[in-house]
């Protein structure tokens, strides 16, 4: 996982390292690992924001940091990595394994669902349009 994340991000790995140890995190990635909570884990890299009330992103900018999140409150703004446990809830990660298959991961970026929604809508939606009964079924 913390390859993983290096790679996606082009850090070292030394510095994933201490995310999995930050207070804030921890207890996200142990209740991962031992099958409890949320089945999804959101890892991001990314400045400081701010929602404002109108709902903007105000950039802090500064230097990057790590974010990790279940995907409920935080706001992604770039690219960020998803890990998501195939396990059954209560079954414990086995972390020992190199390659368990437990996790599935990949990246999204912040216009993943933009791309998704114009895929459907410009893509697959004129075609099934067309389609006559005896073609739908």
């Given amino acids: ?6 790679d996606v991000f082009n850090v070292q790995e030394i ?29 991001y890299y990314q400045t400081q924001y701010k929602i404002t009330e109108t709902g903007e992103v ?18 992604l703004k770039g690219k960020g990595v998803y890990f998501i446990r195939t396990t059954p809830q209560g ?11 437990g996790i599935l991961f990949g990246e999204v970026s912040e ?6 929604n114009v895929i459907i809508n410009q893509i697959y939606k004129p075609i099934v ?9």
């Fill in 91 to 101: 079954k414990p990660m086995n972390t020992n394994a190199t390659n368990d298959e």
């Fill in 111 to 116: 216009h993943s669902v933009t791309s998704f």
């Fill in 1 to 6: 996982m913390a390859s993983t994340i290096a």
């Fill in 58 to 75: 105000k950039d802090y900018g500064g230097h990057k940091e790590f974010f990790v999140s279940d995907g409920e409150k935080l706001k």
């Fill in 15 to 43: 510095e994933v390292m201490d995310v999995f140890k930050k207070a804030d995190f921890k207890p996200l990635f142990e209740d991962f690992f031992a099958g409890v909570g949320s089945s999804r884990l959101l890892v």
């Fill in 129 to 137: 349009e067309k389609l006559t009964k005896q073609e739908w079924g």
